[in-house]
């Protein structure tokens, strides 16, 4: 849906906010001018009386198309060692009660989203390019629901599991042609008064001096109470930390100064340099908590998400908080199905989190939805290891045995995906750190922390390497020469050594029976799932597309 076939309404509706948050991108959109008509302005009270909600969460699985959500619920369901006996996810407990609806994603100019492009649209509600922030098709700022938010006196909220000026969360909070202008996405982020922000990320906040060397990074992390060895990725002095504690935020940096921080109405917690830790890291943490770590760690996502919720939830006007569950798509570009579950876990342990806050009230909206699918991955049925003839009671096979043709998938595949120890991402890379970068050492890497053994033949395949067939001079991830050699769908594996990864989850699909088509992402359509008061949920209905869910979220925090 381009710009200009919004419904008129809603034009109305966010002109007034509109003409506020647009004051910090330093242009006016058609949208402004559309404020000064009459009629229009006469709808803002008709359409606010109809959006009873004063707090709206707006949940992103990054990544998590149909078939993801298929593995959480097939594993919390049906695997030995489901850490849900007879309950369900909190997915499912939230879905039960909402609107439940399916979305298309793609961008303005092409079938297929980035996740930056996926959450502008997501946030504004218009049809937006590919890889840039914040922008309409012809490149002018475009306000997004956080700012709406704002502008009508809410809280405001971004949390994420990645880092803070990663695409998902920039795109509510900056107007920038590219993803990965990332020091000025915590400038924007810092300079519009969001009262909560909390992930890793705080190498884009720190003055460039703090990396010049480790004295340096010292000083700077014992003047902030920063527990970790600070890094700079800014090309210029500012100091953001600084900046946001003269005005008032309180930051945290650990679990145990988040506990504290959320006494404050405004937080800055910044957790890691870049991203936080993988979701396999936090179900070890959770399964086998150090108490000697005390407060001086990661918090989890969860503890994020409902240290968000306490903050904002005294505020009077309400709050509109957006909390991304980002590492699921870093699982599907590396094809990893263990990392992929273990992701899906985090995220539904902040849903229970964040339900557990909500599920006794009536004035708020919650989303869960996703900006695209990643890896177009699957369980599939395939010809390796077909099933024997087996006897079964009952009397329609009394003179016949039980025996289909094909191997559909073993249940306790679940549990070995489960048990995977290090994301492949961890192994790939592990490996590259090993003084001898033998086939053996790959076998002995691999096995050690996995269900789904490899042997010397899948480990020289693995390692093998061949010529970038789609070499580009310049260019971020193209210009290597040399690259993993793939065997299928070459083309779709763009990031270079790391995509490797879908090496070894080829070498073990026919044991997890699981299949991926892509390094990249696909546009299949996403579930949306709408929980709270009726009139606000059942905006999000049918075959949406993205613009539309946006368009309907700036529509419940509009009054
Ligand atoms: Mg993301
Ligand atoms: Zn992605």
């Known amino acids: 849906m381009k710009n200009g076939a919004l419904p008129n309404s809603l034009f109305a509706i966010c002109a007034a906010a509109l003409a506020l948050a647009l004051g910090a991108c330093g242009a006016k959109s058609p949208q402004v001018e559309a404020a000064a008509e009459p009629s229009q302005v006469s709808t803002v009270v008709e359409a606010a009386a109809e959006t009873p909600v004063r707090n709206v969460i707006l949940i992103i699985g990054d990544g998590m198309g149909p078939q993801q959500i298929g593995l959480l ?34 961008p303005a100019d092409a079938l297929v989203v980035d996740s930056a492009c996926s959450a502008s649209q997501l946030a504004s509600g218009v049809a937006s390019p590919g ?25 405001t909220g971004l949390v994420s599991d ?13 107007h920038l042609p590219h993803r990965s202008f990332e020091n000025e996405v915590a400038v924007a982020m810092i300079e519009a008064g969001i009262d909560v922000l909390m992930s890793g990320g705080l190498r884009y906040f720190t003055p460039s001096s703090v990396g010049a060397d480790e004295e340096a990074a010292e000083a700077y992390a014992a003047s902030f109470g920063i527990p970790y060895i600070p890094q700079s990725r800014r090309d210029d002095e500012r100091d953001l930390l600084n900046e946001a504690r003269a005005s008032g935020y309180e930051l945290a940096f650990d ?30 943490f959770l399964a086998n908590p150090n ?75 919650i989303v869960v939805t996703a900006d695209h699918e990643t890896g177009g991955f699957g369980f599939s049925y395939h ?21 289909p043709n094909f191997n559909f998938g073993p249940v306790d595949v679940l549990d070995g995906i489960y048990q995977q120890r290090a994301t492949y991402g961890d ?48 260019h971020p991830y193209l210009s290597a020469r040399d690259w993993p050699e793939f065997h299928d769908f070459e083309a779709f594996y763009v990031y270079g050594n ?57 529509e419940a925090v509009s009054r």
């Open 383 to 403: 010809r390796a290891d077909v099933p024997e003839a087996q006897t079964i009671p009952g009397g329609v096979f009394e003179n016949t045995p039980y025996q």
């Open 73 to 106: 619920e097939q594993f919390a369901r049906r695997a030995s060692l489901s850490p849900y006996g007879d309950d369900e996810t909190a997915l499912s407990r939230i879905a039960r009660e909402s609107t439940v609806a399916l979305s298309l994603t793609g």
């Open 498 to 554: 790391g995509t490797a990864t879908g090496l070894l989850a080829r070498a073990v699909a026919e044991q997890q029976s699981v299949v991926w088509g892509t390094g990249t992402h696909t546009a299949t359509p996403v579930p949306v799932i709408a929980w709270g008061p009726e009139s606000a949920r059942s905006k999000f209905a049918g075959i949406m597309h993205h613009t539309e869910v946006g368009a309907a979220l700036i």
């Open 255 to 284: 679990a145990g100064q988040l506990d504290e921080a959320v006494a404050s109405d405004r937080v800055i917690g910044l957790f890691a340099n870049s991203s936080m830790m993988n979701g396999i890291v936090e179900s070890e």
């Open 131 to 155: 890889e840039a922030l914040g922008v309409d098709v012809d490149g002018n700022p475009v306000p997004s629901v956080l700012e709406v938010a704002r502008a009508h006196g809410w809280a």
């Open 291 to 365: 108490p000697t770590l005390q407060g001086a760690r990661q918090p989890t996502l969860e503890e994020m998400a409902t240290g968000a919720l306490e903050v904002l939830s005294r505020d009077a006007e309400g709050f509109f908080l957006m909390i991304e569950a980002g590492q699921i798509d870093w699982a599907g570009h590396n094809n990893d199905a263990g990392h992929l579950l273990h992701e899906l876990l985090r995220m539904d342990r902040m849903l229970d989190g964040v339900f557990e806050w909500a599920r006794d009230r009536d004035d708020t909206l």
């Open 162 to 174: 990645t880092r803070m000026t990663h695409a998902t969360p920039a795109a509510f909070a900056a």
């Open 427 to 474: 192994l790939i890379y592990g490996f590259a750190d090993l003084p001898e970068q033998t086939p053996a050492a790959l076998v002995d890497l691999v096995n050690s922390q996995t269900q789904f053994p490899i042997d010397a033949e899948d480990a020289i395949a693995i390692l093998s390497r061949e010529e970038n067939h789609y070499h580009v001079e310049g």
